[in-house]
């Protein structure tokens, strides 16, 4: 069970947004309505996620960025019981920007304005959090099941500890912020507890951004896939680059962009150019003098 805190920010936070969430059952990330009863624990692991949300909601109102579910419970201060719990520890706190959907580059300094740190937002009870981080991260919050509660971004799984987002589990599949417990089983089935924040501040990233590139190892021809937000429906005079060379497109959409690797092509960051802006890098090997194995079969 988690306590939900209110730090004056909050005390005012439905009156400056109208913020809610969508919570579903299932594991696929377009389910929009619950599909069976809750019981006990699901119900609980509900009303700790919605905890979550809504700390999450205030962090950001008070600071700008949102955070790590281990950093929720977070004090601006040396003395706790666990060094994971100071929002300073390790020299700044991770934060995620919503303009991006990813970690700033730099540690911030939860000390001074405009981000200062009026934390704890949430109190996590002993014993409902994990100390040495199996599974995911140091601090997490655990659900009812003793399996950690996920934190996405419309990008990837939040990973602290990385200081990075990940594909794992449902990688980039969601289109905005969304918590996640596994449920009874643990794994991704059909007993999945999704919530979904709502309100366009933690929708989509508002940049051009590469989400994953699939395959991330890929021979010449063989077509690639890349998944991200902001590549304009149509090519119009957008372009696609490959370690600074043009590269010529199969498919092109707002959400995905498709390509082959061409023949003479040696690996590099792959960057999705729309006028004056560029997206983020992403790195694609290239299997130098190989064929698609395909052609073998």
Same mark, same amino acid.
């Given at each position: ?30 389910? %929009? ?21 809504? %700390?999450?909601?205030? *962090? ?34 991770? %934060? ?37 981080? *199996? ?111 043009? &590269?010529?497109? &199969? ?21 999705? &150019? ?13 299997? &130098? ?9």
């Amino acid at each position: 069970m988690l306590i939900f805190r209110k730090t004056r920010a909050g005390l005012f936070a439905g009156a400056v947004l109208v913020l809610g969430a969508a919570w579903t059952s299932g594991a696929g990330p377009a389910d %929009a309505t619950p599909t069976r009863m809750y019981d006990a624990r699901e119900v609980a692991a509900l009303l700790d996620m919605g905890a979550m949300r809504d %700390a999450e909601i205030v *962090a950001y109102l008070d600071t700008g960025y949102l955070y790590s579910l281990e950093d929720l419970n977070d004090l601006l201060s040396s003395w706790t019981n666990f060094t994971f719990d100071n929002i300073m520890d390790g020299g700044g706190a991770q %934060a995620i920007s919503t303009i991006t959907g990813r970690f700033v580059p730099q540690r911030l300094d939860m000390r001074i304005s405009p981000h200062v740190w009026f934390g704890p937002y949430v109190t996590y009870q002993q014993g409902r959090f994990s100390i040495s981080g *199996a599974g995911y991260d140091p601090g997490t919050p655990l659900d009812p099941w003793d399996n950690p509660y996920y934190l996405f971004t419309p990008l990837g799984l939040v990973r602290p500890t990385l200081g990075a987002l990940t594909l794992e589990l449902y990688g980039d599949a969601f289109d905005r912020y969304a918590i996640v417990s596994l449920g009874n089983d643990g794994v991704m089935s059909d007993d999945d507890i999704i919530l979904r924040f709502e309100g366009s501040i933690f929708g989509p990233p508002a940049l051009t951004t590469i989400s994953s590139i699939a395959p991330p190892v890929a021979a010449p021809g063989q077509r690639v896939t890349i998944r991200g937000y902001n590549f304009g429906a149509t090519q119009a005079g957008s372009r696609l680059e490959l370690a600074g060379q043009a &590269v010529a497109p &199969v498919s092109w959409s707002d959400r995905a962009i498709m390509f082959d690797v061409p023949a003479n092509a040696s690996g590099g960051e792959v960057v999705v &150019v729309r006028g004056a802006t560029r997206s983020n890098p992403f790195l694609l090997r290239v299997l &130098v003098g190989a064929r698609r194995w395909s052609q073998y079969r």
